[in-house]
């Protein structure tokens, strides 16, 4: 009896022996750092014995995968992230991920999956990131992606996809990050994109896209940054009215984009920055450039920019921006002018603005598209802006002179008597002296006098006035 009880304890003790061994062993060619299993070694053809079963985060990167079989990974089911990628895994048994259900991360992007079972994430509804980029997955349906309702980050690059069927999101609602590039894709649907409200960031660059029509935008409310670079597009167009508030990047440089309607960027009302390089454009329409009104960066270079005086009112506002990149803008027509920089043919227009409200109809059809009234509302702009300046210089003498008034009575004082002995010195010789020269002489006196000046006005340093009112001096 007693025999029997102790021999039951000494298995009882083995079996935990063995149990907390394995808990802390860490298969061969791997390792192990805590709850984290690293075997990237490159041998591994299968998945290595021995994990422990407390494993949170596995990676068998850089192996040599090539079925992923039913129930693979449920004895790791505390597994809160995997990563399988490049490996050759061309099947995945739709069981694979069963019994991973705490899974937030799973990497499986540069393997040979070609076709994908309906339902095989639906066992790991906690996923927030999905990689599966650089496969072979052509087609994409919506039992592809059933049950991913945390899914944030969502990776097809690289797929050879050519069709996803309409709906195929649906369950994705908290997906803000889809990459779609580097496809064959040639058509997307209105219903294409259904349920994701909350996607910021969508790449469909690379991609065979002819034609894009907002239109089929409308489901994306929230979305921030549109990526359409080298497609095809030879159109960009509206189709119904609407407003896309969030927008703020929309990259469309590497297409062939001929004329640009300017419906798509009236309905963009947010939009900052704008790539249209490396496309065929000849010159922008002048609603277009107007309602770039939130416009900070744009991209022009690597088009067919015609330098006839029509290209006046887009170099005008490029003038407006910080930091405008239209330095390797380079004219393409007409034959005089051809590759030199935009710039410097616009510089010989010595005054730009009035050549263009001064030109008469042009039988050239490129300028065709540049209606009247939208020249007087640019001219109405600068009107404004120039009455402003002069309202803010004047205000910013009378400024100066109020506060050294204030501060320095004495040499005012002295400056008065002083420039008084100077005008009857003078008396004989010239009375008219300009306003500008006795401003001069009081700034320079007063320069000599007074060293706080320095700071503002510093002959070495020259200084000129914004628009804003602000005095911006070169160091
Ligand atoms: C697993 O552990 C057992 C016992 O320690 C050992 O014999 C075996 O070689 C290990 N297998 C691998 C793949 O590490
Ligand atoms: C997968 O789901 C789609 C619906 O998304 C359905 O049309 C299709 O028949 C399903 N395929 C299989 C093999 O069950
Ligand atoms: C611009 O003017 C300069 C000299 O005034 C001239 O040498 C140059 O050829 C002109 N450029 C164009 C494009 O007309």
Redesign the pocket.
């Known amino acids: 009896m007693l025999g029997w009880r102790f021999s039951c304890v000494l298995v009882q003790a083995a079996v935990w022996l063995l149990l907390s061994k394995g808990e802390r062993m860490c298969p061969t060619s791997c390792r192990c750092e805590g709850k984290l299993v690293y075997c990237e070694s490159g041998i591994f053809q299968d998945i290595p014995q021995n994990i422990t079963t407390g494993c949170q985060g596995l990676s068998l990167r850089y192996n040599n995968l090539q079925v992923l079989m039913p129930y693979q990974f449920a004895h790791l089911n505390q597994l809160v992230w995997l990563y399988l990628d490049h490996n050759s895994i061309n099947a995945v048994d739709v069981l694979a991920f069963h019994g991973v259900r705490r899974l937030k991360e799973l990497i499986v992007s540069s393997n040979k999956i070609a076709h994908l079972?309906?339902?095989t994430f639906s066992a790991i509804p906690n996923l927030r990131n999905l990689d599966l980029s650089y496969n072979k997955i052509q087609s994409l349906?919506?039992?592809?992606l059933?049950g991913l309702r945390k899914l944030q980050n969502l990776h097809l690059r690289s797929n050879g996809l050519k069709q996803i069927?309409v709906?195929?999101f649906l369950e994705c609602r908290s997906l803000e990050f889809l990459d779609l590039g580097y496809n064959q894709l040639r058509s997307l649907s209105r219903t294409t994109f259904l349920g994701l409200f909350r996607l910021k960031e969508l790449h469909l660059e690379h991609n065979q896209f002819s034609r894009i029509n907002f239109y089929i935008f409308p489901r994306l409310t929230n979305l921030q940054a549109l990526y359409l670079q080298w497609n095809r597009i030879r159109a960009v167009s509206q189709g119904v009215p609407w407003t896309w508030f969030k927008l703020q990047k929309l990259d469309l440089s590497g297409n062939e984009i001929q004329t640009l309607d300017p419906l798509v960027f009236q309905s963009l009302p947010n939009l900052q920055t704008l790539n249209l390089e490396s496309n065929k454009l000849r010159s922008v329409p002048v609603e277009a450039v107007a309602a770039w009104t939130s416009v900070t960066t744009i991209g022009l270079a690597g088009n067919a920019w015609d330098c006839r005086p029509s290209i006046c009112p887009l170099m005008a506002w490029l003038r407006t921006l910080r930091d405008a990149k239209d330095i390797s803008m380079i004219c393409s027509s007409p034959k005089s002018t051809q590759g030199e920089r935009v710039v410097d043919v616009v510089g010989n227009y010595s005054n730009c603005v009035n050549v263009i409200s001064s030109l008469p109809p042009s039988p050239d059809p490129s300028t065709t598209s540049f209606p009247e009234i939208p020249f007087e509302h640019m001219a109405f702009h600068k009107i404004i802006a120039g009455t402003v300046a002069l309202f803010l210089s004047v205000s910013l003498i009378l400024l100066v002179i109020y506060v050294s008034w204030r501060h320095y009575p004495n040499t005012m004082r002295q400056l008065q008597q002083h420039s008084v002995k100077h005008k009857r010195r003078k008396k004989g010789r010239k009375q008219e002296q300009d306003l500008n020269s006795q401003l001069q002489e009081y700034y320079l006196s007063y320069h000599s006098n007074s060293e706080t000046m320095d700071s503002l006005v510093n002959e070495s340093r020259p200084c000129t006035c914004t628009i804003s009112g602000s005095i911006e001096c070169e160091v």
Do not use: D
């Open positions: 079972h309906n339902n349906q919506p039992g592809h059933f069927v709906r195929t």
